[in-house]
């Protein structure tokens, strides 16, 4: 099993930093009985100049206090305060690469009542990319993304991640590398820990937002697009539709940018070495390391 601290490890507790092998929290807090709690995935790098760097810090502590508002958990923290923290986390641990996980939890409260405070926590650990660097092998889900009448669908919310590995798992068990999740519409909505891209006719298509978690690297994919001069539409599409795809790729902060080998068995007409997501794959690399970054020819 893979061990996210040792002894040794400092993480942020409530304004205090202390090791995380002797951090207590209360068995009888809403987070751990309901799942009530959010969280952040967030990167550092260290950069082409040598120097650690988090990548969009302030994007994703911003979507950190929007999902604590959008369901009813006190948010008392001061961004700027909690990216400083950030830092030093990383600094105290020796981290020059790492992903950072900050965690609003509540506190005992066996009712359904919305909680009246919260406590938070950093930790950090070092992480290669979530799905791996081989092209991947999905299969369409049975479960799908929740209905959005019934969830805040745009908190990034502990509880809703048993959607995520209910469909994970299913994709595992039946030999594939990932799931993809559907809408209640039947209509192509997330994976269970990325968003979704897919390249026709040298254009690229993701859904909008309404039924999936608006990424931090989806959004940066999308500035990469408009960067470099790649047609983008965000649009709702079937399953049958994606199947007709070029090419298709997963991103998120965990898994950066990575391509798919095929889906519920069938392969991709067009290699990914030579399509607009490889392209985005390595200008995604290049924009989070700081460096330059050339596109070197068109993508027929």
């Known amino acids: 099993m893979y061990s996210y601290y040792n002894e040794n490890t400092i993480l942020y507790f409530d304004g205090e930093y202390a090791k995380a092998a002797e951090a207590k929290i209360d068995l009888y807090g809403q987070s751990l009985h309901y799942g009530y709690a959010v969280f952040e995935?967030?990167?550092?790098y260290k950069t082409e100049k040598g120097e650690v760097k988090i990548f969009k810090a302030e994007e994703h502590f911003d979507r950190f206090k929007r999902s604590c508002e959008l369901i009813h958990i006190p948010y008392k923290y001061n961004n700027e305060e909690l990216i400083k923290a950030c830092y030093k986390v990383l600094e105290l641990n020796n981290m020059e690469e790492a992903y950072i996980r900050p965690l609003?939890?509540?506190?005992?409260?066996?009712?359904?009542?919305a909680a009246s405070e919260s406590h938070i926590l950093i930790c950090a650990w070092e992480w290669g990319a979530y799905l791996g660097e081989k092209l991947l092998r999905v299969m369409t889900s049975t479960y799908q993304r929740p209905n959005p009448k019934a969830f805040?669908?745009?908190?990034?919310?502990?509880?809703?991640?048993?959607?995520?590995?209910?469909?994970?798992?299913?994709?595992k068990e039946k030999g594939y590398d990932e799931a993809l999740l559907l809408d209640m519409n039947g209509n192509v909505a997330e994976?269970?820990?990325?968003?979704?891209?897919?390249?026709k006719n040298g254009k690229l298509y993701t859904p909008p937002k309404g039924h999936i978690l608006p990424g931090i690297t989806r959004a940066t994919v999308i500035?990469?697009?408009?960067?470099?001069?790649?047609p983008l539409e965000e649009k709702l599409f079937t399953l049958e539709e994606l199947k007709q795809a070029e090419s298709v790729f997963y991103c998120g902060t965990a898994a950066e940018v990575i391509g798919w080998d095929s889906l519920d068995g069938q392969t991709f007409s067009k290699p990914f070495s030579e399509s607009l997501g490889?392209?985005?794959?390595?200008?995604?690399?290049?924009?989070?390391l700081e460096k330059e970054f050339k596109r070197e020819a068109k993508v027929a």
């Open 152 to 171: 805040q669908i745009e908190s990034k919310s502990a509880g809703l991640y048993i959607n995520s590995i209910l469909a994970s798992q299913e994709a």
């Open 191 to 199: 994976g269970p820990g990325a968003n979704i891209f897919f390249e």
């Open 104 to 113: 609003v939890f509540c506190p005992p409260n066996m009712t359904l009542k």
């Open 223 to 230: 500035e990469l697009c408009h960067e470099l001069g790649i």
């Open 278 to 288: 490889k392209v985005l794959q390595q200008a995604y690399k290049a924009r989070v």
């Open 41 to 44: 995935g967030i990167r550092a």
